[in-house]
Structure formats: C-alpha cells, structure tokens
C-alpha cells in the first residue's frame, strides 16, 4: 500500500498549486479520500474530504471557496487545487485514504507547502 503526494512547493501569497496524490496497492474506489496539514508547532487538520461514493466534498471553513478536491478513481489519483494561497496555509500537506465501516487508513509522507513573499 502507498499514497504518494507531490506539487508542493513556495509559492507568493495570492498563487496557486495543485497537489496530486497516486495511490497503489488497495481498491482505490471503495476509500474515502482526504487532505489534511500539519504547520509547525500545530496539530494535524482537515482540509477536505472526498466520499468514495458520489463524489461528495467537505471542506474546512478556512479554505472553502478556495481549495477544491477532487478524484480520478481510474487513475488512482486524488487532487487538492489550491487557489488565493495565504501565507496560513503553509503546511505539510497529507493524502490519506479511509475505507468506510472499516479500521483501514493509510497515509502519505506528505509535501511541503509554503507561501510566502
């Protein structure tokens, strides 16, 4: 099993990344799949949230209107596109996959994401 994340970088306050996370090695469309960060000194958070049915999203209330997840389920990919970065919004960024009614988790190794001028 392997989540594996990338499209981190610096990036000046306003900007835009898009994140990508490939996964391998579990049935893809039967997990819940989200995005979650980590600043220095702080907890790990939910960012948003992707159903493996419907496609239903949640979002943080500190990133709505301005982060947007989605999922290729025959690609194996999950997304996170980032818009009008705030210098809050640095982070580890971290895919995670859930399956339903299950103890199945698994998780990336995260990348870095930091804006600033």
């Known amino acids: 099993v392997q989540l594996v994340e990338s499209g981190g970088g610096l990036v000046q306050p306003g900007g835009s990344l898009r994140l990508s996370c490939v996964a391998s090695?579990?049935?893809?469309?039967?997990?819940?799949m989200s995005w979650y960060r980590q600043a220095p000194g702080k907890e790990r958070e939910l960012v948003a949230v992707i159903t493996n049915v419907g496609g239903s999203t949640n979002y943080a209330d500190s990133v709505k209107g301005r982060f947007t997840i989605s999922r290729e389920n025959a690609k194996n990919m999950v997304y996170l596109q980032m818009n009008s970065l705030k210098p809050e919004d640095t982070a580890v960024y971290y895919c995670?996959?859930?399956?339903?009614?299950?103890?199945?988790?698994?998780w990336g190794q995260g990348t870095q994401v930091t804006v600033s001028s």
């Open positions: 090695g579990f049935t893809f469309s039967s997990y819940v």
């Open positions: 995670k996959a859930m399956r339903p009614r299950s103890m199945y988790i698994y």
